[in-house]
């Protein structure tokens, strides 16, 4: 690798958040790019959440303690990190995201809107992408719908989406996930023009 190509490297080119607020829908897209574009590398993020059924440690997220958590931001480890929904911490492990890059992959990061903004002010050449819902009411009803938090957490998350909704011409693109292969599509290759 040339020096121009390390500089641009080291700037973020190649590299990707995708970010929304919750129940948009993300995991879903995310999913169905990794399913059909092998050239693409998801970052595995750590939390200090528990798993949900299902969940592996690793593939998933690194389920981390709060103490494991606080020494690798300590000792720099983390490309950016934040505290999600009031709660629990999550973040993007650095040397991952350099490795896939460097390798020449395309690399993916589903993170919070405080990690994006934390992405573009380490790597300015990473590609924001902001995914919105067709409305307010379709998001309300895809949160209820997947069932997988008590209303209190449901809740919090709406209150949380509110502030994220706002948030998005700060993201260099917005795609509308109205139907997931259409997204996803629309997300590639804004991904390959990087
Ligand atoms: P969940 O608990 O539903 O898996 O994720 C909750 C929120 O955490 C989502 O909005 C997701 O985008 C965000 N999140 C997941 N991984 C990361 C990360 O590595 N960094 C940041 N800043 N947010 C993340």
Not at 12 to 26: D, E, R
Not at 47 to 75: C, H, K, L, V
Not at 98 to 125: F, H, S, T, Y
Request: proline letters at 5%; a negative charge; aromatic letters at 6%.
């Amino acid at each position: 690798m040339n020096k121009e190509e390390l500089l641009h490297l080291s700037r973020g080119k190649g590299l990707t958040v995708v970010a929304g607020p919750t129940a948009v829908g993300k995991g879903t897209v995310v999913r169905y790019i990794l399913e059909n574009h092998p050239e693409v590398k998801l970052s595995v993020s750590a939390t200090t959440r528990s798993p949900r059924p299902g969940e592996i440690d690793g593939e998933s997220y690194f389920f981390w303690s709060m103490e494991q958590f606080d020494a690798n931001i300590e000792a720099g480890q983390m490309l950016e990190y934040a505290t999600v929904h009031g709660t629990n911490k999550y973040g993007t492990p650095k040397q991952p995201v350099i490795d896939a890059i460097a390798a020449g992959k395309l690399v993916l990061l589903e993170i919070d809107i405080q990690g994006a903004r934390q992405v573009k002010a380490a790597m300015p050449e990473a590609r924001l992408i902001f995914i919105a819902p067709p409305s307010w009411n379709e998001l309300v009803r895809r949160l209820q719908t997947r069932g997988t938090e008590t209303p209190e957490e449901q809740e919090r998350r709406l209150a949380s989406a509110e502030v994220e909704l706002a948030a998005q011409s700060e993201f260099d693109h917005v795609v509308i996930n109205d139907e997931v292969a259409r997204c996803a599509s629309e997300v590639i290759d804004l991904m390959k023009a990087n």
